[in-house]
């Protein structure tokens, strides 16, 4: 594998970590701080994944858009759109589930436990889709091409506000 392709599978790695942690959390018997907890964690660790959301449709998407004809690569950006509201639906739970979660509300914990492990999964489906089909596409590229990717890449300052 490149070394463009590998830096986005590694942070792919890295985010599928953190996302066992906190389906950890969820675990049985359902125990109302850790899950409160997990809805608010994984609304927080969204500013890394868009993060890394932003260097794929800056650096990635438009170039692989040009060889890759024929690949729908606007399906894969607009998960990020639908990850990001999945994020927002989240916040809105957690909002709406404090009281619950004071209360030990049996089918509410029940119901936050299984919307945070939809998007858990929902994250990690992603990732399946570009490690195994889209980023092998990155090889295509012509190797001074990849390289300025990857520099580009490496100097990104993911703080850079979306546009
Ligand atoms: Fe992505
Ligand atoms: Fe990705």
């Known amino acids: 594998m490149n070394e463009l392709a590998k830096l986005l599978k590694d942070e792919h790695e890295t985010y599928d970590k953190k996302l066992a942690e906190i389906e950890l959390e969820l675990r049985e018997p359902y125990e109302p701080q ?14 890394e ?7 794929e449709e800056k650096f990635i998407f438009p170039e692989l858009d040009k060889i890759a004809r024929g690949v729908p690569l606007s399906l894969v950006k607009d998960e990020h759109d639908d990850l990001k509201a999945a994020r927002d639906m989240l916040k809105m739970v957690k909002k709406k589930f ?5 209360y030990k509300d049996k089918t509410m914990l029940h119901l936050a436990v299984h919307l945070t492990q939809r998007v858990i999964k929902h994250i990690r489906e992603h990732a399946a889709i570009e490690d195994e089909i889209i980023l092998p596409l990155i090889d295509k590229l012509p190797d001074d091409k990849q390289k300025r ?6 100097n990104f300052d993911i ?5």
Not at 34 to 47: C, K, T
Not at 159 to 163: C, D, I, Q, W
Request: aromatic share 10%; proline share 5%.
């Open 34 to 47: 850790r899950i409160s907890s997990a809805l608010r964690e994984l609304p927080e660790f969204f500013r």
């Open 149 to 154: 990717i990857f520099v580009g890449l490496q």
């Open 49 to 55: 994944i868009e993060g890394h959301f932003l260097k």
């Open 159 to 163: 703080s850079e506000p979306s546009t």
């Open 98 to 102: 404090t009281d619950a979660i004071q």
